[in-house]
């Protein structure tokens, strides 16, 4: 009889993201927990555990946790939605891994550049940038932040930006209808298979991480831009061009962790749209 090995990570929330980090630690050889309401839709060798920790903690199994990722998805996007899925039902967890008797060695919140709110686009954005968001969902964001470096000495937070990738992207069929609205907008945003691996990565580095990176490829791009590289590849009619100049949004930087040792593996939208 095989035998049976004690997960050393703990993924609290396993939705496209969070499996596809859950994943790539299972191919590294590590054993590997996955939170979600339901459990039995955890891909195996995950070990999927069934738990809404909007209402409760989760009654976990034995561990010798090395890891620890938090990768919530709440809906709607309410501020009251937010508080409960990435404010109370964080707590939650990690106060089930400390009635546990846990201290994970690394620990990761995936957590969103919508903590930065409005700017002014002539800056660009980085971890030394302070967050002022504009609306419920991003201030609960930011306090999830808070709590999670507060609880965890060990842990780190990675601020994603637009992800896509793993299916059509929406700007695909916006281009097709030619629905492309402020060209001039500037945008950011990292491919998911980017993203898991940046995870894992900070994970696993032999270093240990910064307390806070920002997740994002390294170009950001004028929505005008991006869609008249996918109307060049579909046929489509060529949507309106972007003009730097009147250009709203915000621009952020990777620069920190790209000094960390990540390498993306679709660096700008052009690689990522192609694949």
């Known amino acids: 009889m095989a035998a049976v090995l004690t997960p050393d990570v703990l993924l609290v929330g396993c939705g496209d993201l969070g499996a596809d980090i859950g994943l790539r630690l299972a191919t590294l050889g590590h054993e590997v927990v996955a939170i979600r309401r339901r459990g039995d839709l955890v891909p195996a060798p995950l070990h999927g555990l069934s738990a809404d920790l909007t209402v409760d903690a989760p009654r976990l199994p034995p561990l010798d946790l090395a890891h620890l990722v938090v990768a919530l998805t709440a809906r709607p996007r309410t501020e009251e939605s937010y508080r409960r899925t990435y404010v109370d039902g964080m707590a939650r967890a990690l106060d089930a891994v ?22 002014d686009p002539d800056e660009v954005l980085d971890e030394l940038t302070p967050p002022r968001p504009v609306d419920g969902p991003g201030r609960m964001l930011l306090e999830a932040e808070r709590l999670f470096l507060e609880r965890l000495p060990a842990g780190t937070v990675l601020r994603f930006s637009g992800l896509y990738g793993h299916g059509e992207p929406r700007l695909v069929e916006q281009v097709r209808r030619g629905e492309v609205g402020d060209p001039h907008r500037w945008t950011n945003r990292v491919h998911r298979d980017d993203a898991a691996a940046a995870v894992v990565h900070l994970l696993t580095r032999a270093e240990p991480p910064e307390r806070l990176y920002v997740g994002t490829d390294d170009e950001p791009s004028q929505l005008g831009d991006v869609a008249a590289f996918v109307a060049d590849r579909l046929g489509a009619p060529v949507p309106p061009a972007a003009d730097p100049s009147r250009g709203t949004g915000k621009r952020l930087s990777n620069a920190r962790l790209r000094a960390s040792g990540w390498v993306p593996q679709f660096p700008t939208y052009r690689q990522g749209y192609l694949a």
């Open 98 to 119: 400390e009635a546990a008797g846990q201290s994970p060695r690394r620990a990761v919140l995936v957590s969103s550049t919508a903590v930065y709110g409005d700017a």
